[in-house]
């Protein structure tokens, strides 16, 4: 049966369990500088409607890497949902190809490509999800506190799809997860109800950041305008006054706390620089573990793990 990759709880937590545990095992052998090519023959097509620098490079590296060969559809080459609808472009790349992946805005796009292709999708970023990125950050988090159950994230900012990853990552794995945004800037409604009816987790939404990150293993942050809200920075700028990521608000958890981006940070917005380039920064080795989380996920929906 074709496996897809578009949101985490596609796959189960003991799945998701066993593709950290295989994103450690690929990333030791490229360490170690070792001959292994299990995409040896295949291709991937990449299908960028939203540009981006970190999902490029880490796709198309870990994929040559590991073998294969990945072909970069920028957004003028496949204008999707405009020039050709998206259960087409589906169809069509799934002659050519072994693997696909699509970073876009609309997420019923994913959900169309993954309904229509023959061959595995993955979600490399829509405007509701982002669910390559959580399973590359918590591969970093077990690296750092080596475990990933009951570890408390709080996560200050706008409730965007970063937010919506980690709630469904909660609903597969006990976690606390705090997000504090401003009123207005809430999560989707029904993902912060899934991930509270899974029982598994505890969930808060919160307008206050410093209750929010008390005692918190992780603070984590994202720009406060993504792609396409551009032009609500300045209005943005206003309503997220308070929730900027300091050394004040790093000291306030009351323990020692790691600081998580997902990249790229407007540093001296939602972050200053003084926290992003501390001893308590990962973000670099979230950037880094975004190929090896990625390779992994890769090899599972291909059969190659």
């Not at 985490?8 to 001959?35: P, Y």
Request: negative net charge; aromatic residues 8%.
């Amino acid at each position: 049966m074709k496996r897809d990759f578009i949101h985490i709880t596609d796959f189960s937590g003991d799945e998701i369990r066993e593709l950290l545990a295989l994103a450690a095992e690929v990333k030791g052998r490229l360490k170690r500088g070792e001959d292994f090519r299990p995409f040896g023959g295949m291709t991937m097509a990449m299908i960028f409607a939203k540009p981006s620098a970190r999902t490029r490079v880490s796709f198309e590296t870990g994929f040559y890497r590991l073998g294969g060969h990945a072909l970069y559809l920028n957004p003028k080459d496949i204008e999707v949902g405009k020039r050709e609808a998206p259960k087409d472009i589906a169809r069509v790349i799934s002659r050519f190809n072994d693997l696909l992946m699509a970073r876009l805005f609309d997420h019923e796009h994913i959900l169309e490509f993954a309904r229509y292709a023959d061959i595995p999708v993955i979600n490399g970023l829509t405007d509701y999800n982002h669910p390559c990125q959580i399973m590359a950050d918590i591969f970093t988090i077990s690296e750092h506190l080596e475990r990933i159950e009951d570890v408390k994230i709080a996560y200050v900012g706008d409730g965007n799809n970063i937010v919506h990853s980690w709630l469904r990552l909660a609903a597969r794995i006990p976690l606390a997860f705090t997000c504090a945004c401003p009123p207005g800037y809430e999560p989707d409604a029904d993902t912060v109800a899934l991930a509270r009816e899974a029982g598994l987790s505890r969930i808060e939404i919160t307008h206050d950041p410093r209750a929010a990150v008390r005692d918190a293993d992780i603070i984590y942050t994202d720009v406060w305008a993504s792609m396409g809200q551009k032009h609500e920075f300045d209005e943005r700028v206003k309503r997220f006054q308070g929730f900027q990521v300091d050394a004040a608000l790093m000291a306030a958890t009351g323990k020692k706390t790691l600081f998580m981006h997902c990249l790229p940070a407007q540093r001296g917005v939602e972050v200053t620089d003084e926290v992003l380039e501390s001893e308590a920064s990962i973000v670099f080795d979230q950037a880094e573990n975004r190929m090896h989380a990625q390779n992994a996920i890769m090899l599972k929906v291909t059969g190659k793990a």
